[in-house]
């Protein structure tokens, strides 16, 4: 990464950038306009810094903190918290979502895309209008557009996902005295999907197959871009999305560009980490982003680390802050290892020793009671369990019973600020793929062959059983919708998804469970469903994000609202 290691020593200083001054040493002044379109490393920089975005609110990242990139993955509350996948320890704007309180004025984190995704917009408008001062070749002139158009594209995509149809500004670079009525106009949702499946139809096939010494991981990839094209063709066609009659061509849209990275026959799940499934799955998240399964990822290291996810996520028993916590409702999807559900009578589920014989993927991805982690069991119980409210700073417990394991490297020590929160972050890997295919397949054409090896070559890796025989459609889709849970779980995924299927009135209205365990005097445990987070709440609007009320005004309130917000 020499080539580009000093980017953010540079360019975030530039006035058009994402930083605050006194983040830099030099002079900010000492960089202009001039100095970035005639410098080809400069040019460079700056691109690679539209990958990154600014701190809009609290309890985003700052300066110190890395800025976060596409989304809003890998910092201090995950996406989980704010679905039924997790209940955050300490808040951190996490239950104005869970319990209905989203509004245009009361926001926290949520909306805060659509700020932060128009001006990354407006910064790629800029650098493509600047590249033909740039002095480089033709050809690094034309991969240099490709990259700009795919992170723009991606940026659209955010916006699309939150807030359905938005403003498409084109190539224009906006100024502050320009007349912006047009822009204030939202395109449908279908428009800005197109718009955004027209870009990446540009760059696929001009982006390069690889990184290599010229394009360091990390950056726009084909593969990439056809990940994204295959991600907003999936939503597009999703309940959220569409009511056109023409829903199965959508459908086959979506299906036909999962099964164009399938038939690259470049990816697999890896496989090659331990023999333990459990085990397997858990480190390859711990991984460098160079596997097989790879496709799109952010790489972090100890010289460039994200937040502590180690010192967030960790039991209180350890020093850990508790922080996105699993809720018994995410446990209580994952099948037993025989491939049934724990609501089946003959799957051998007991209620008083809930963590027997689970899908090997519930090991790697959640902490619970009696769970090995750091040299130790976890303890959960009461009393005096280490890591429950009798134990080392009770304000960090779980209010679930349960701790995240996933991504957490358990080697480093919890006060090892360098070297924690180094785990890269996957924005696209190859069991998505596979499982974007499966379910628009099955939208399309129903069940087939193809549908059951997609899904089943995913629990496959996982140590789980095939899927059974002779599925309808529509018990397809729910497997499919669980697979998804379970093996994309805490990956930013799960708010999305049930919005998009058109499930978050009921999943999003359920409780918020947790678990509660007692000890008795001779070691015998006693488990018991309890409420985690009350009043948990999920109305019409909450389909969308509100767009901010500070940008309705700045409008002159020309920008139309989401609906039920007003």
């Keep these: 990464m020499r080539k580009y290691a000093l980017y953010i020593l540079t360019i975030l200083a530039f006035a058009s950038t994402s930083c605050d001054s006194d983040f830099l040493h030099p002079n900010p002044t000492s960089l202009t306009d001039e100095a970035i379109w005639k410098d080809p490393f400069l040019t460079e920089a700056y691109i690679v810094n539209l990958y990154t975005g600014i701190r809009m609110t609290e309890k985003e990242a700052n300066q110190g903190e890395r800025f976060i990139g596409f989304g809003r993955g890998f910092h201090w509350a995950l996406y989980a918290s704010v679905t039924d996948e997790a209940v955050y320890s300490n808040d951190d704007q996490t239950y104005l979502v869970q319990r209905g309180q989203l509004s245009p ?76 009525s047009e822009l204030y106009v939202r395109k449908s949702i279908e428009e800005t999907a197109d718009y955004i499946v027209d870009e990446l139809d540009a760059v696929i096939g001009v982006l390069p197959d690889d990184p290599n010494n ?15 094209k295959a991600r907003v063709l999936l939503y597009a066609a999703s309940p959220l999305y569409t009511n056109d009659a023409n829903i199965a061509s959508k459908w086959q849209a979506a299906a036909d560009a999962a099964k164009a990275i399938m038939d690259l026959n470049k990816f697999s799940l890896v496989t090659n980490l331990s023999a333990d499934h459990a085990e397997n799955y858990r480190l390859y998240f711990l991984t460098a982003p ?30 850990g802050w508790g922080g996105n916590c699993p809720m018994q409702n995410l ?43 750091r040299g130790r069991n976890v303890e959960t119980f009461l009393p005096s ?81 095939d899927l059974p025989a002779g599925l309808t459609q529509d018990a397809m889709r729910a497997r499919i919708r669980n697979e998804r849970r379970v093996e994309l779980a805490y990956e ?50 909450h389909y969308w994000f509100p767009i901010p009320i500070e940008e309705i005004n700045a409008s002159n309130r020309k920008i139309a609202q989401n609906p039920f917000y007003e």
């Design 385 to 465: 369990g280490k890591d429950s409210p009798d134990g080392n700073e009770p304000w960090n417990t779980s209010p679930t019973g349960y701790y995240l394991r996933k991504f957490l490297k358990e080697s480093v020590a919890l006060d090892d600020w360098p070297n924690m929160g180094t785990a890269s972050w996957r924005y696209f890997r190859y069991a998505e793929v596979l499982l974007n295919y499966a379910e628009a397949q099955n939208e399309a054409n129903g069940v087939d062959e193809s549908v059951y090896d997609a899904v089943n070559e995913v629990r496959n890796r996982a140590g789980m059983p």
């Design 492 to 541: 930013e995924h799960r708010y999305f998804d049930v919005r998009r299927w058109k499930i978050a009135a009921v999943v999003e209205n359920e409780q918020a469970q947790g678990i509660s365990i007692t000890r008795d005097g001779g070691g015998n445990l006693t488990f018991a469903v309890k409420e985690a987070l009350g009043d948990r709440t999920f109305s019409p609007q």
């Design 290 to 319: 160079t596997t097989t399964e790879d496709i799109f990822c952010r790489e972090y290291t100890n010289a460039s680390a994200s937040m502590a996810m180690e010192r967030m996520n960790a039991p209180n028993g350890f020093g």
């Design 214 to 228: 010229d394009w360091e991981r990390g950056r726009a990839t084909t593969p990439a871009a056809m990940a994204l």
């Design 331 to 373: 446990v209580d999807d994952y099948e037993m290892d025989n491939g049934l559900p724990i609501t089946d009578l003959s799957s051998g589920y007991n209620a008083q020793n809930p963590y027997a014989n689970r899908d090997p993927r519930f090991y790697a991805t959640i902490l619970h009671n009696g769970a090995s982690f």
């Design 105 to 180: 004025s009361n926001y926290g984190w949520m909306s805060t895309t659509w700020g932060r995704s128009y001006r990354s917009i407006r910064e790629a408008n800029l650098a493509l209008s600047k590249l033909s001062e740039v002095p480089i070749t033709d050809d690094r002139r034309t991969l240099l557009n490709a990259e700009i158009r795919f992170v723009r594209a991606f940026r659209y995509f955010d916006l699309l996902k939150g807030f359905g149809g938005v403003p498409i500004i084109g190539d224009r670079v906006t100024q502050m005295t320009d007349d912006f």
